[in-house]
């Protein structure tokens, strides 16, 4: 079974920063391209970020130069590190990846961004 698990969010003021953790269990994500999506209720998901190997980046034009992703094989974990955040980032953010075993998606956590 492949889990991943989101962490990092929280409530936080415009102008502000929050760091993302999503950590993967069941498969090694050496290969796999990482990707991260944020949901608001009611609203479509929209994409955020990827990453492939070795650190390969792509992001979305309204977070380009303030949300970076990175990546930790060894700890089989990814980060979104989010910075000069705005209230229009307050969504669920979620984690995905694809592999052998599907389409794989973490639980989604909660950023929240108070203008």
């Known amino acids: 079974q492949v889990q991943l698990v989101e962490s990092g969010g929280g409530l936080v003021q415009a102008g502000g920063s929050l760091r993302l953790s999503c950590t993967v269990f069941?498969?090694?994500?050496?290969?796999?391209?990482m990707d991260w999506y944020r949901r608001a209720p009611g609203k479509q998901r929209e994409f955020v970020a990827s990453i492939s190997t070795p650190s390969t980046t792509n992001y979305a034009d309204s977070v380009k130069g303030r949300f970076t992703a990175c990546r930790g094989n060894a700890k089989n974990t990814v980060w979104l590190q989010m910075h000069s955040l705005k209230s229009e980032d307050t969504d669920v953010y979620y984690c995905?990846?694809?592999?052998?075993?599907?389409?794989?998606w973490g639980q989604g956590t909660q950023v929240t961004v108070s203008s």
């Open positions: 069941g498969i090694l994500i050496n290969d796999n391209v």
């Open positions: 995905n990846t694809w592999s052998a075993k599907g389409d794989n």
